[in-house]
């Protein structure tokens, strides 16, 4: 069985996995995690010790398949508790995610298939992250941002990148959520930054980091 330390540290080298097809270095878990080099370096022995991960300084971190099964595992509970909290418990997208991620890392070995039948098998999360399913399948993972769309394209909010609770709190500000629809009025070259129209309401100019967080479809 996996410590509660060690099942962050695997679940923050899958997230890296699958932003970038780079190396994944021992800086880049310490940023990640918010940790000092040397405990990650102590972990990362750990990890492969117990042959959960493989690591080469040229190479960087890779998930062996042990190593990915577990990471899936703990993102499917993650993502699935967010789905109850926000559905059965009424929380709302901003408080949820802090919570999953103590729930996460109840061990009970059905609790994850039992949680994903009583929620009608969800495929993705509030924040718009697909849900593994119990054989490890991701559905659909959508990529590209709302920086990305031409001056005139109608999208729909897909997910979202930034689930801090600064940022959705600033989204429900908007009355933006999963499904909204944007669109593009303006886009200005000075700075990256767009005008917007929400649902049809009213025009409004946000910057460019805010529409890389804007994952559409």
């Given at each position: 069985?996996?410590?509660?330390?060690?099942?962050?540290?695997?679940?923050?080298?899958?997230?890296?996995?699958?932003?970038?097809?780079?190396?994944?270095?021992?800086?880049?878990?310490?940023?990640?995690?918010?940790?000092?080099?040397a405990s990650v370096i102590d972990?990362?022995?750990?990890?492969?010790?117990?042959?959960?991960?493989?690591?080469?300084?040229?190479?960087?971190?890779?998930?062996?398949?042990?190593?990915?099964?577990?990471?899936?595992?703990?993102?499917?509970?993650?993502?699935?508790?967010?789905?109850?909290?926000?559905?059965?418990?009424?929380?709302?997208?901003?408080?949820?995610?802090?919570?999953?991620?103590?729930?996460?890392?109840?061990?009970?070995?059905?609790?994850?298939?039992?949680?994903?039948?009583?929620?009608?098998?969800?495929?993705?999360?509030?924040?718009g992250d697909p849900i593994p399913?119990?054989?490890?399948?991701?559905?659909?993972?959508?990529?590209?941002?709302?920086?990305?769309?031409?001056?005139?394209?109608?999208?729909?909010?897909?997910?979202?990148?930034?689930?801090?609770?600064?940022?959705?709190?600033?989204?429900?500000?908007?009355?933006?959520g999963i499904n909204s629809q944007?669109?593009?009025?303006?886009?200005?070259?000075?700075?990256?930054?767009?005008?917007?129209?929400?649902?049809?309401?009213?025009?409004?100019?946000?910057?460019?980091?805010?529409?890389?967080?804007?994952?559409?479809?």
């Open positions: 069985m996996n410590t509660l330390s060690e099942e962050n540290y695997l679940k923050a080298i899958l997230r890296l996995s699958q932003k970038s097809d780079e190396k994944i270095t021992a800086t880049a878990i310490a940023e990640a995690l918010g940790n000092n080099a972990m990362i022995k750990k990890l492969s010790d117990k042959s959960l991960i493989e690591y080469d300084k040229k190479k960087g971190v890779r998930l062996t398949p042990q190593g990915l099964k577990d990471s899936i595992l703990i993102m499917r509970k993650h993502r699935l508790w967010e789905v109850f909290l926000l559905e059965k418990l009424g929380y709302h997208w901003d408080e949820i995610h802090d919570i999953a991620e103590e729930l996460e890392h109840i061990s009970d070995a059905t609790l994850a298939d039992r949680l994903d039948k009583f929620l009608g098998f969800p495929e993705y999360d509030p924040h399913t119990a054989s490890g399948k991701l559905p659909k993972t959508y990529t590209v941002s709302l920086a990305n769309a031409k001056t005139g394209a109608i999208c729909r909010v897909a997910a979202v990148r930034d689930t801090s609770t600064a940022f959705l709190q600033y989204l429900v500000k908007l009355g933006i944007i669109k593009v009025v303006e886009k200005i070259d000075y700075d990256g930054s767009l005008v917007i129209k929400i649902n049809e309401g009213d025009n409004v100019t946000v910057s460019q980091k805010f529409s890389e967080n804007i994952l559409i479809s």
